[in-house]
């Protein structure tokens, strides 16, 4: 069984920490009942592509179910098993995308992009819908439209927010080469 780092440990702390921050007091109300355009995923996206798929799902599950509780009406658990499946697809998709190694050029953020937004897809129009359907049998048609809007909101405040922690995150990094002489 592999073991976690402590830098491992410590981003799940922290990044759970920030999410929950993120999501309870910089969350926006949208037109959509029960639903906030939320800029917490785009952290989320960055702590996955850096640290890993597992760090990234018990950062959205952890820092999700932070969120509900905290609000006092009880933790709607098929948001938070959808946020921790998100952390968990970028995660893997940040290393099929080998975005550790890449530069943050233009190719790396639509690669990034693109992988965030198929995930965000996953998981609010079909993890969190179905979800909803079976575990509180809410109606069909509502989780859909939740679940549509929660994609689109949660993809643009990704790639904003995320694509500027990556693009800030790539620049501390030391490019190949960089060490040479000319």
Known sequence: ????????????????????????????????PNVNICVQYGLLAFMAAVYGPVAGALIGFIGHALIDFSYGWGIWWSWVIASGVFGLLVGFAAKALKMDEADMGKKGLIKFNVAQVVCHAICWIVV??????????????????QGLFSTIG????????????????AATKTKAGSLTKE
């Open 128 to 145: 969190a819908s179905v979800l909803d359907i079976l575990m509180y049998s809410e109606p069909v048609d509502k989780v859909f439209v």
């Open 154 to 169: 949660n993809a643009v405040t990704t790639a904003i927010v995320g694509s500027l922690l990556c693009v800030a995150y």
């Open 1 to 32: 069984m592999k073991k976690f780092s402590v830098k491992s440990i410590v981003a799940i702390g922290i990044g759970a920490a920030l999410f929950f921050v993120l999501g309870r007091f910089v969350a926006i109300p949208s037109p959509v």
